[in-house]
């Protein structure tokens, strides 16, 4: 048995709005622009630490599938800002 993933997979091209922004998901390993990362800056976890998402020390904290090895396309994305 495999492992199971868990989180929402949104695909390439797909546009939607985070924090009343449009948005669209792009290919790419480019986490300093992902609108996703700018959102959780600040977001701390119950001991104080920060939980910024796209941080090498946090990798991803969002809900959103965005890493390689976790989607079924196989390819980075991230969400960029229109």
Same mark, same amino acid.
Request: aromatic share 8%; net charge positive.
């Given at each position: /048995?495999?492992?199971?993933?868990?989180?929402?997979?949104?695909?390439?091209?797909?546009?939607?709005?985070?924090? @009343? @922004?449009?948005?669209?998901?792009? @290919?790419?390993?480019?986490?300093?622009?992902?609108?996703?990362?700018? /959102?959780?800056?600040?977001?701390?976890?119950?001991?104080?630490?920060? /939980?910024?998402?796209?941080?090498? @020390?946090?990798?991803?904290?969002?809900?959103?599938?965005?890493?390689?090895?976790?989607?079924?396309?196989?390819?980075?994305?991230?969400?960029?800002?229109?």
């Amino acid at each position: /048995m495999g492992s199971k993933n868990y989180g929402v997979e949104i695909p390439i091209g797909a546009v939607l709005l985070i924090d @009343e @922004e449009p948005c669209i998901v792009k @290919e790419g390993r480019t986490c300093k622009k992902c609108a996703i990362r700018q /959102m959780t800056a600040g977001r701390l976890n119950l001991y104080g630490g920060s /939980m910024q998402c796209g941080t090498r @020390e946090n990798g991803n904290t969002s809900d959103f599938l965005c890493a390689k090895d976790v989607r079924t396309d196989k390819k980075y994305v991230y969400f960029a800002k229109v």
